[in-house]
């Protein structure tokens, strides 16, 4: 689907050589965006850069490979960007780190400021050098990815999650500094999304009987969502956290535990009574 709401804006998507990155990357290029294919594996990036140039065409797309932990690959994503296309309209922070999964008497010092660095840092690093860009231009849109473990917790991902608290904090905050110069700051929270093939359909299914909508969420599920928020449709959105998880996050209890399960609900009835 496309609406072309996103014609003559320019947009980098962080981590976007795959997953949830890629897909919005894609979705937006085709709302009509100049898309930045920004990703730490410079390979992906250009794959993924060709692939949205072959189905739009040339000048829709270039591949930046960075690593958006550290300021000057994040100036240097920001000047090819400006260099290509001119200016920043819209910045999708979407870069992560997921993996390292540790018991708290197992985690170190290291292990933590590598997760902090990956998730929190980079989105500030990311908002410093955009946000220039677009308060001179009085407008823009940000929009950093959370996730639930911002007010809820994982186990054994302690780094990430307070990453993730830290990422909702920080989207409070620039909202608040950034919108007197026109700049929106709001942030998608995806709910138990796959994003890569590998994923045994053992855990597929069990991750999906958790959802209350009866499915886990993919990559694409993210894209609409990301849409309006760069859109002119969420002018007057900022500060707002979105959640797109299939309802996860509303339960008190998963449902294969919980005292009335949705195999026991009631059939539909068939009309009004």
């Avoid at 870069?95 to 708290?104: I, L």
């Avoid at 053992?202 to 309006?228: C, Y």
């Amino acid at each position: 689907m496309s609406t072309a709401r996103l014609t003559g804006k320019v947009a980098i998507v962080t981590g976007s050589g795959r997953g949830i990155g890629l897909a919005i990357a894609q979705r937006f290029a085709r709302e009509g965006a100049k898309v930045v294919v920004a990703d730490i594996r410079e390979d992906n990036a250009r794959a993924a850069a060709e692939g949205i140039e072959s189905e739009l065409g040339a000048g829709t797309a270039i591949a930046v490979g960075a690593d958006v932990g550290l300021a000057a690959d994040v100036d240097r994503m920001v000047t090819a960007t400006t260099t290509a296309f001119g200016t920043v309209d819209v910045l999708v922070n979407n870069a992560a780190d997921t993996s390292g999964q540790k018991h708290f008497f197992e985690a170190d010092e290291r292990w933590w400021d590598d997760i902090l660095r990956s998730n929190l840092k980079s989105q500030y690093l990311c908002i410093d050098r955009v946000a220039r860009i677009m308060a001179a231009q009085r407008s823009g849109s940000i929009i950093n990815l959370s996730s639930g473990g911002a007010t809820r917790s994982h186990r054994g991902m302690i780094a990430y999650d307070a990453s993730k608290g830290g990422v909702e904090a920080l989207t409070r905050s620039t909202a608040l500094e950034l919108a007197p110069y026109g700049v929106r700051v709001n942030t998608i929270v995806p709910g138990l999304i796959a994003t890569g093939p590998d994923e045994p359909e053992w855990s597929l299914q069990r991750r999906d009987r958790t959802v209350p909508l009866g499915r886990g969420g993919t990559a694409e599920d993210l894209a609409g969502p990301a849409v309006f928020l760069a859109s002119e449709d969420a002018a007057y959105v900022t500060g707002s956290k979105l959640v797109v998880d299939g309802g996860v996050l509303v339960q008190q209890r998963s449902p294969q535990v919980d005292t009335l399960r949705p195999e026991d609900y009631p059939d539909v009835p068939p009309g009004p009574r």
